[in-house]
């Protein structure tokens, strides 16, 4: 099994910036692909960023690229959200996922993945 933990959101201005974090304990072993997704109010969670686990493939849902970068540390199994020039549709509740599916290629789809966090919430101000 294992366990996915994220912080670092909060309320922020819009325009301002803030880094998630997700720690995963327990199987890490077994993580390949790690992502991002996010649930809005009154909306469906959709994808975000996601990472293959040689940091070779990444994605990005077309609405965040160039003020999101995601990345992963593998060696403290940590995955990262680089949040900047948030907008006030940026608000919402952000989800770590982890796929255990031997493969280097990112899935965008939520049902490819395995392991879920609690969430962290992001609210951006206006």
């Known amino acids: 099994q294992v366990q996915l933990v994220e912080s670092g959101g909060g309320l922020v201005q819009a325009g301002g910036s803030l880094r998630l974090s997700c720690a995963a304990s327990g199987r890490t072993s077994s993580i390949y692909v790690l992502g991002w997704f996010r649930q809005g109010p009154g909306k469906e969670r959709e994808f975000v960023a996601a990472?293959?686990?040689?940091?070779?493939?990444?994605r990005y849902i077309d609405s965040v690229k160039g003020r999101f970068t995601i990345s992963r540390d593998n060696a403290r199994s940590t995955v990262y959200l680089q949040m900047n020039n948030l907008k006030l549709e940026d608000t919402a509740v952000y989800y770590c996922a982890a796929d255990r599916t031997p493969r280097n290629v990112v899935s965008i789809t939520r049902y490819a993945y395995d392991y879920w966090g609690q969430g962290t919430q992001v609210t951006v101000s206006s």
């Open positions: 990472v293959s686990r040689d940091g070779r493939d990444t």
